[in-house]
């Protein structure tokens, strides 16, 4: 079936815009993880749904990030007011069910480049 | 808090040679261990995985084991092949949710 999807897979954006990226994790997973990756460095955990409700939004930098799952399938991680340093790779993962022994299957990643 | 740390790379290989690229961790309680890879131009995919002490994970000829007297979980494989060269991180999640924390990576480069 059908893995993860990530759109847009590259996202070129100027220093002060909003943008959003979007995760269509696997049918059926109701669990659904954002994680930042930074050039040569591994993965960091920004948020974790569970159906609809973010369980955990430890993760997140500062109040210019949020995301949503409204229907408990799709998620949007969206950015204000983005700034240089937020460039790096976003990964979205979804796994059947939450808790620590359960497989995350990643997306490709969108790219984000913040001129 | 929760840590991995994995050895720093890149490592560099011939082929049919013995890999092992060292993990260890720190957790306040009992988690699962993983290995994931990343192929050049791919995304991260699981190699591996073990859930409790003792345990043993394998895949595609590579295996660890979840060791924890020394908080360990080492990648290892006995012949590398040109096609295992990709970047490997460790990473571990606790009982509950089930948050990855990842390691930066190793770098494994195969020359034929």
């Known amino acids: 079936g059908a893995g993860v999807s990530q759109t847009p897979s590259n996202k070129v954006t100027e220093k002060g815009k909003y943008v959003e990226l979007r995760c269509d994790p696997i049918s059926g997973h109701t669990a659904l993880y954002w994680y930042r990756q930074s050039l040569g460095q591994g993965p960091e955990f920004l948020i974790y749904?569970?159906?609809?409700?973010?369980?955990?939004d430890s993760g997140l930098p500062n109040d210019r990030f949020f995301a949503v799952r409204p229907e408990g399938s799709v998620s949007t991680l969206k950015i204000q007011r983005t700034e240089r340093g937020d460039s790096a790779v976003y990964l979205c993962?979804?796994?059947?069910?939450?808790?620590?022994?359960?497989?995350?299957?990643f997306g490709p990643g969108t790219r984000l480049l913040v001129l | 808090g929760n840590s991995v740390t994995q050895m720093e790379g890149p490592v560099t290989l011939s082929e049919e040679a013995f890999l092992t690229i060292n993990c260890t961790y720190t957790a306040t309680g009992y988690p699962s261990l993983f290995w994931y890879v990343q192929y050049p131009g791919e995304g991260l995919q699981l190699l591996l995985k073990a859930t409790k002490a003792d345990d043993k994970g394998s895949n595609k000829g590579f295996e660890a084991t979840y060791r924890k007297e020394t908080t360990s979980f080492h990648l290892e494989k006995g012949s590398v092949q040109v096609s295992d060269s990709a970047v490997y991180f460790c990473?571990?999640?606790?009982?509950?949710?089930?948050?990855?924390?990842f390691g930066k990576g190793t770098k494994l480069s195969v020359k034929p």
């Open positions: 993962a979804s796994s059947q069910n939450q808790g620590g022994k359960e497989t995350q299957y």
């Open positions: 749904f569970q159906g609809t409700g973010a369980a955990d």
């Open positions: 990473a571990l999640s606790d009982r509950g949710q089930g948050n990855l924390i």
